[in-house]
Every structure is written in structure tokens, then in C-alpha cells.
């Protein structure tokens, strides 16, 4: 893990902002209401070569390496604290689908909370598993995402929501749950992801 570390400290962490204030950047779908950061890039400039930052994800999410996931969970959370976040914000998870284990959402969403000194909160539940939303068209993902049957389980009225995830692509999962948070009253959404990907064709 030394080495991850230490490339991934040298690379540096810019904070992606897909969606800040009056500069939200509009989807060719419909406007993502959520301010989005990202902690850095999985996948090396028009490569399919993985940052370390994307190395250390896929060990953690896809390897089941505990090592990289405690070590994402360190670097993740000492990030997040230097954000400028609501004072007392309600941390959450974004849940997995329904039978799948072993990925690093809940610990990072966990390390976060610890980081800033609030507990998690589970808020969302998802009911179903849908096809992966990286292998659908930009223009199709809202709707995937709408069939997951996310739900709002806890009252969030008047809550600043960190909505947290490992990995977001063009946000349409993130900008579905803030959606659903905002309706039940929530007082605002911020996410904080590990990494943002790309494209699937892209992708390996």
C-alpha cells in the first residue's frame, strides 16, 4: 500500500465539481442538481491504463484487498474533511443492489462520518438490481437508474445530506438520489465520490 500512497500523493486529488451553484452544468438529459467531487480520476487521460488513484479503488472494490480499502478509506475521508461542508451534515451511503456484498461504500462512507465527527445515516435503500449504468447511453441512464426502486427509509427533513460513492460516471445515480432526498425534505445534497470514470468504451 506504500506505494499506492505515495503515487497518489504525488498525482495530487483536484476537486472535480460537475455541478456548483449558479454553474451547474447541464446533462444533455436534464440539469444535476448537486454539487459532485470527486477525489480524482480512476482512468489515466484517453488511456485504459488506471490512475494509482483507480488501482487502489479497484483493489479495494474488486479485489477485496482490506489493505487498499483501509487506505482509501484513509485518504478518502482526510479529503473530504478539507471540503467545505454543512457544519453537523447527516452522512449517507449510497446503497448497493440487493444481494451484492463486498463494496466499499460503507466503509468509506463509515470513515467519513468518523472524519467529521457526525454518524452515518442509513437514509436510502435500493430494491433492485439493474444492468450496469457505465454500459447504457448517456441518454438512457435516468431511467435505468429510476427502475432500482431507491427509496428514501428515514426522515431527512431539513438535513444538509454527504451522499457518498465510490466511483460516478455522468452522476445520473447521484442526481436520482438527491432528487428523492430533496423531495422528502432534505435541505440540501453534496456527494463525495473516490473516483469518476469514464465512458464505457473507454473502460476494460
Not at 482509501?72 to 449510497?94: H, K, P, T
Amino acid at each position: 500500500m506504500t506505494t499506492f500512497c505515495s503515487q497518489i500523493c504525488e498525482q495530487g486529488f483536484a476537486v472535480a465539481r460537475m455541478a456548483v451553484g449558479a454553474g451547474r452544468r447541464r446533462s444533455r438529459v436534464r440539469p444535476v442538481p448537486i454539487e459532485i467531487h470527486a477525489m480524482g480520476p480512476y482512468w489515466e487521460p484517453n488511456t485504459q491504463e488506471r490512475t494509482p488513484l483507480g488501482e487502489l479503488v479497484a483493489s479495494a472494490k474488486d479485489g477485496g484487498d482490506r489493505e487498499a480499502l483501509d487506505e482509501l478509506c484513509r485518504l478518502f475521508a482526510a479529503w473530504v474533511g478539507e471540503l467545505d461542508l454543512a457544519a453537523g451534515a447527516s452522512v449517507v451511503a449510497v446503497p448497493d443492489a440487493p444481494g451484492r456484498g463486498g463494496h466499499p461504500v460503507r466503509a468509506l462512507t463509515d470513515a467519513v462520518a468518523g472524519r467529521l465527527g457526525v454518524a452515518a445515516v442509513s437514509a436510502l435503500i435500493r430494491r433492485h438490481s439493474t444492468a450496469p449504468v457505465r454500459e447504457t447511453p448517456p441518454d438512457e441512464r435516468p431511467a435505468l437508474v429510476a427502475t432500482a426502486g431507491f427509496e428514501v427509509a428515514a426522515d431527512v427533513a431539513g438535513a444538509h445530506i454527504v451522499l457518498v460513492d465510490d466511483v460516478t460516471l455522468t452522476g445520473s445515480t447521484l442526481d436520482h438520489l438527491a432528487r428523492l432526498l430533496e423531495s422528502a425534505g432534505a435541505a440540501s445534497v453534496v456527494a463525495v465520490v473516490a473516483a469518476r470514470t469514464r465512458r464505457a468504451e473507454l473502460a476494460d
